[in-house]
């Protein structure tokens, strides 16, 4: 509120609300004239013609374009597949570590071909032009060159972005997880190629997610095909990119931007055109290695010789069923040096029928779920020196198997429980909340989950169907003969099977019930 004087010698009482609201309210008569207020009044009002007495513009409430939010049971999954995907990366002595979410540009450029347009770049912040992390990968060389690390087999869970073209409905967002396991150091051929491409099967098989396949190939022999068919060696990367296309569209397209976009000789490009068709096992191999025009690219030779090995290492993990080579796969990376490798799902039944009902079962395609490589090259680009770390890994396409496991979790009507709570405190009377409290602190203090009604006199039977619709195994129920014999009553929820426990034995039959409901 303040105080002016009008023209007409009256004091003008002004008040303004939080928004910036002038109100006048009523004028007293006054003999003396102030001209600083006046001054400062017409500012005032000055300032609530700009403010204007129109409400807020409405603005449409959504999340970004290729990004979107999780409710409590999409959550629940997720950390289901994340607890899948960390066993398994621990199991095989993985250890984890973390980046920035966002790199200097000049850490990004250059390292992803054709790809580096989906590249979000930041506004300049105080002199450093910089980039959000596009994948785990390159971040992950860099973090190995900047500490001098020569050896680490480590994963990494984190978020990255790509100004892409979103598809949600098949799991392709701007903003997502990826999950990367990989194995830096210098290391006998195919070793660790062989067990990432181990974990991937372990990974998809016990997600149980629906038939699989994990393409494998090799940058060697790809070089080696493209010089044997004709290719200009500064065109093998822009090729390479066309090639990887031929799990997107079909070869004819592929051969037009070839030839048309990027400049090459249509015999050559029907050359690549016959050996991208091979496909298959060690048979295929063998077939390759009798090739006259691979046999004197050495490149070509090599390549075959690994994958050759990797198959072989592939048959002793008893996982051969699962691999396939095919020497179309080329993934577009520029960073890949040795093998390749891509796991595309078969297709996944979210709305199983009966044979007997003559309906045909309908297939959601999500395309790759995994892929990964070696980049032996990559940790010296970023080393003064130009000291090279060998490393091969693998990233796990989670959003794509959080689409697989919604769309199960939709069909089957699955219960899906968004708490871990394992026992719920009833009061069966009124007036009982102190004792409920104590209860709970003592079954906190043991780490049993716990939870109760945040009502002082709840209603029991509210209590009990709080219980059965959120899945909770246990409650703990208190009244006041109970207070007086020292003792609860325990009821399994599913059965409803109820029996009394002494005060002093709580805590012990508590968690000895709940080992009995998880063997079970």
């Known amino acids: 509120m303040m105080a002016t004087l009008c023209d007409d010698s009256k004091l003008d009482i002004l008040q303004m609300d939080g928004y910036g609201d002038i109100h006048h309210s009523i004028c007293i008569d006054s003999g003396v ?102 994948d785990l990968t390159v971040p992950f060389a860099r973090y190995l060159a900047m500490n001098k690390i020569n050896a680490i087999k480590r994963y990494h869970i984190a978020k990255v972005y790509r100004r892409d073209n979103p598809a949600m409905t098949r799991g392709r ?19 660790p190629d062989a067990e990432c491409v181990k974990i991937v099967v372990e990974i998809l098989s016990q997600l149980e997610i629906g038939d699989y396949k994990i393409r494998v190939n090799h940058r060697k ?44 000789d249509p015999q050559a490009a029907d050359k690549i055109g016959f050996f991208v068709k091979f496909s298959g096992g060690l048979d295929v191999i063998e077939e ?65 029928t009966s044979p007997a009902s003559g309906q045909e079962e309908e297939s959601v395609t999500v395309g790759s779920v995994a892929g990964g490589g070696r980049y032996d090259n990559l940790v010296g680009m970023f080393d003064a020196k130009g000291k090279k770390v060998p490393c091969v890994g693998v990233s796990i396409g989670i959003e794509r198997i959080f689409a697989i496991m919604e769309h199960k979790a939709l069909a089957t009507n699955l219960k899906i429980r968004t708490t871990e709570t394992e026992v719920y405190v009833v009061s069966a009377q009124k007036n009982l909340v102190e004792h409920r409290l104590r209860l709970c602190q003592e079954l906190w203090d043991a780490d049993i989950k716990t939870e109760q009604s945040y009502k002082k006199n709840p209603k029991p039977l509210d209590q ?34 109820e029996r009394k426990v002494s005060r002093d034995a709580l805590v012990q039959e508590i968690k000895k019930e709940l080992a009995q409901l998880k063997s079970q």
């Open 464 to 497: 009990f169907q709080y219980c059965e619709s959120n899945g909770i195994p246990l409650s703990v129920i208190i009244g006041q003969s109970e207070i007086e014999n020292n003792e609860v009553t325990l009821k399994n929820t599913l059965t409803r099977v």
């Open 288 to 352: 390759l290695l009798k090739d006259a025009s691979l046999a004197t690219q050495k490149e070509a030779v090599e390549g075959l010789q690994e994958m050759k090995l990797l198959l072989q290492y592939c048959e002793m993990y008893k996982i051969a069923d699962k691999v396939v080579f095919d020497l179309s796969l080329a993934r577009g990376l520029d960073y890949y040096t040795g093998v390749i490798y891509e796991a595309c799902l078969q297709g996944y039944t979210h709305q199983p």
């Open 221 to 264: 022999l790809l070089d080696g095909m493209f010089a044997a068919c004709g290719v200009p060696e500064d065109k093998f990367r822009t090729i390479c990119s066309a090639v990887d296309k031929l799990d997107k569209t079909f070869w004819a397209d592929v051969r037009a931007e070839m030839i048309d976009e990027k400049g090459l």
């Open 173 to 191: 967002f701007r903003e997502f997880y990826q999950c990367d396991f990989d194995i830096a150091g210098q290391y006998d051929p195919m070793l």
């Open 33 to 134: 004239r102030d001209p600083s207020i006046s001054q400062e009044v017409a500012k005032l009002l000055e300032l609530k013609a700009k403010l204007g007495d129109e409400p807020a513009k409405k603005f449409d409430l959504k999340c970004p374009k290729g990004t979107r939010d999780y409710n409590p049971i999409q959550m629940a999954i997720r950390e289901g597949v994340f607890n899948t995907i960390i066993k398994c990366f621990k199991r095989h002595g993985a250890e984890t570590i973390d980046t920035p979410v966002f790199e200097l540009k000049a850490t990004l450029t250059g390292k992803y071909g054709e790809d580096a347009k989906l590249i979000y770049d930041l506004k300049d912040q105080g002199g450093e032009l910089l980039s959000l992390r596009y």
